[in-house]
Nanobody, 125 residues
Framework: QVQLVESGGGLVEPGGSLSLSCTAF????????MGWYRQAPGKQRELAAT???????NYANSVKGRFTISRNNAKNTVYLQMNNLKPEDTAVYYC???????????????????WGQGTQVTVSS
């Protein structure tokens, strides 16, 4: 199976920065589009940023210009650099993989919709 493991969350003051990482562990051939989602207390989970395997990115309007998503395919890792953080960015941040291919005999098999366990980001003075 495949496991997504996030790291880098924590407490930061408004205007500060944090960098999140998410590494996929397991017997992996390739990762498809990946993304960061977030869920604030009492709210639904929402998209923050996504990135395709070809590095095409997409951002929620609320984070555009402040967050940067990137990936290192050789390391099976996706990153989220968050700058100029605001209290409303406080949430649990989840890593997501749309698809993951694993070796299976002479070919591959696919897993879909894989989530990490989440990492807490708190922006507060």
């Amino acid at each position: 199976q495949v496991q997504l493991v996030e790291s880098g969350g924590g407490l930061v003051e408004p205007g500060g920065s944090l960098s999140l990482s998410c590494t996929a562990f397991g017997n992996i051939v390739s990762l498809g589009p990946m993304g960061w989602y977030r869920q604030a207390p009492g709210k639904q989970r929402e998209l923050a940023a996504t990135i395709t395997s070809g590095d095409t990115t997409n951002y929620a309007n609320s984070v555009k210009g402040r967050f940067t998503i990137s990936r290192n395919n050789a390391k099976n890792t996706v990153y989220l650099q968050m700058n100029n953080l605001k209290p409303e960015d406080t949430a649990v941040y989840y890593c997501h993989a749309d698809s993951v291919s694993q070796p299976s005999g002479p070919g591959v098999t696919w897993l879909y919709d894989v989530w990490g366990q989440g990492t807490q980001v708190t922006v507060s003075s």
